[in-house]
Nanobody
C-alpha cells in the first residue's frame, strides 16, 4: 500500500492561491492513478482532479476546471494541486488518493488538509 500525507492547506482570502502537496511513501506512484478529493462539513466527499499513471490529460471537476491544476513528480514521489482564484465554496478538507492501475476503486487515502477560503 501507499502511504499519503497532504500538506499546504491553510486560510486564504477569496481570489487567492494555495498549493497542496501529497507526499507518498511505501511504494512508487509511477504505476498509480493519483487524485484529489474534498469534503465540506455535512457534505459528501467530492471528486476534484485525477492524473493517470500514464500521463494522460488530467480530468477535473467542472467546479474547479480552469482554476486548479494537478501535477505529479514521480522522481520525488509527490502529487500537487495548484489552486488559483479560490472561492469560499472551495472550503473543505482536501484528500489525496491513489489507485493502482489494476484496481477498480480508490484504495489509498491521506488524512486530509484543511483549506479555508474567506469572503
Amino acid at each position: 500500500q501507499v502511504q499519503l500525507v497532504e500538506s499546504g492547506g491553510g486560510l486564504v482570502q477569496a481570489g487567492g492561491s494555495l498549493r497542496l502537496s501529497c507526499a507518498a511513501s511505501g511504494r512508487s506512484i509511477s504505476n498509480y492513478n493519483m487524485g484529489w478529493f474534498r469534503q465540506a462539513p455535512g457534505k459528501e466527499r467530492d471528486f476534484v482532479a485525477r492524473l493517470s499513471w500514464s500521463g494522460e490529460t488530467p480530468i477535473y471537476a467542472m467546479s474547479v476546471k480552469g482554476r486548479f491544476t494537478i501535477s505529479r513528480d514521480n522522481a520525488k514521489n509527490t502529487v500537487d494541486l495548484q489552486m488559483n482564484s479560490l472561492k469560499p465554496e472551495d472550503t473543505a478538507v482536501y484528500y489525496c488518493a491513489a489507485k493502482i492501475v489494476s484496481s477498480t476503486t480508490w484504495t489509498d487515502w491521506g488524512q486530509g488538509t484543511q483549506v479555508t477560503v474567506s469572503s
